[in-house]
T-cell receptor
Framework: GQQVMQIPQYQHVQEGEDFTTYCNSS?????IQWYKQRPGGHPVFLIQ?????EVKKQKRLTFQFGEAKKNSSLHITATQTTDVGTYFC??????????????FGQGTILTVHP | EAQVTQNPRYLITVTGKKLTVTCSQN?????MSWYRQDPGLGLRQIYY???????DKGDVPEGYKVSRKEKRNFPLILESPSPNQTSLYFC??????????????FGSGTRLTVV
C-alpha cells in the first residue's frame, strides 16, 4: 500500500534559525496536506497543495509540492517559540480508489530553544 | 462554531470491558475517520466512512468496530479492549468531493489506557 515517509523525525533549533521537513510518497499523489499539532493538542489543517510544482506561503511558512507529485516540503523561516509542535504531511493517492483516504507521514517534532 | 466533538477525553479501562468513544461533527461533512496516534508511528487510520451506512477498514482495523447511522455521528467501539489498544485516538471529518479530501477537522482526542 501507499507509504509516506517524513524526515527528520526530530529537529531542535535555536529561535531565529530556519527549519525544513521533507515528505516522500511511494506513489504519485493527487494532493498533499500539511498539519500542525501543538504539544498536548490535536492536528490542525494548515494547507493543501494540488498542482505539480506548486509553492504556497503562509507568513513565515513555505510549502512546496514536487514536480512529480511524490514529494513535498515545509520550510519555516526564522523560527519562533510558537512554532513548537509536530508537523505532519498527509498524502491522497492519485489512483482514484482511495475515496478520500489520507496517508500520514510519521511527523517531525520541532523544538525551538529561546 | 464548526467542530468535531469527541468523548471522553480520558479513559482508563480494564481488559475485555466493552467501551465506546463517541464522535460528532456539526459541519455536515460526508467523510469521517478514526485514527490512532502512537509515538514514532504517526497517525494510522482505523476505520473511515464516506457517508451514512458506508464504512470501510483503514490500515489498523483489528479489534475495532464503527457505525454510521447518522451523518453527524461516528462512534468507535472496542468490543474487548486489550493493552495494545492503549493509545491516543482522534476522530476527524472532512468535506469529500469525488475522491478528494479537502482537509480534516480533528476532534480533541481521547487518551485511552487499557490495563
Amino acid at each position: 500500500g501507499q507509504q509516506v515517509m517524513q524526515i527528520p523525525q526530530y529537529q531542535h533549533v535555536q529561535e531565529g534559525e530556519d527549519f525544513t521537513t521533507y515528505c516522500n510518497s511511494s506513489t504519485t499523489l493527487s494532493n498533499i496536506q500539511w498539519y500542525k499539532q501543538r504539544p498536548g493538542g490535536h492536528p490542525v489543517f494548515l494547507i493543501q497543495l494540488v498542482k505539480s510544482g506548486e509553492v504556497k506561503k503562509q507568513k513565515r511558512l513555505t510549502f512546496q509540492f514536487g514536480e512529480a507529485k511524490k514529494n513535498s516540503s515545509l520550510h519555516i523561516t526564522a523560527t519562533q517559540t510558537t512554532d513548537v509542535g509536530t508537523y505532519f504531511c498527509a498524502g491522497l493517492a492519485r489512483d482514484g480508489t482511495s475515496y478520500g483516504k489520507l496517508t500520514f507521514g510519521q511527523g517531525t517534532i520541532l523544538t525551538v530553544h529561546p | 462554531e464548526a467542530q468535531v466533538t469527541q468523548n471522553p477525553r480520558y479513559l482508563i479501562t480494564v481488559t475485555g470491558k466493552k467501551l465506546t468513544v463517541t464522535c460528532s461533527q456539526n459541519m455536515n461533512h460526508e467523510y469521517m475517520s478514526w485514527y490512532r496516534q502512537d509515538p514514532g508511528l504517526g497517525l494510522r487510520q482505523i476505520y473511515y466512512s464516506m457517508n451514512v451506512e458506508v464504512t470501510d477498514k483503514g490500515d489498523v482495523p483489528e479489534g475495532y468496530k464503527v457505525s454510521r447511522k447518522e451523518k453527524r455521528n461516528f462512534p468507535l467501539i472496542l468490543e474487548s479492549p486489550s493493552p495494545n489498544q492503549t493509545s491516543l485516538y482522534f476522530c476527524a471529518s472532512s468535506l469529500l468531493i469525488g475522491t478528494n479530501n479537502y482537509g480534516y477537522t480533528f476532534g480533541s482526542g481521547t487518551r485511552l489506557t487499557v490495563v
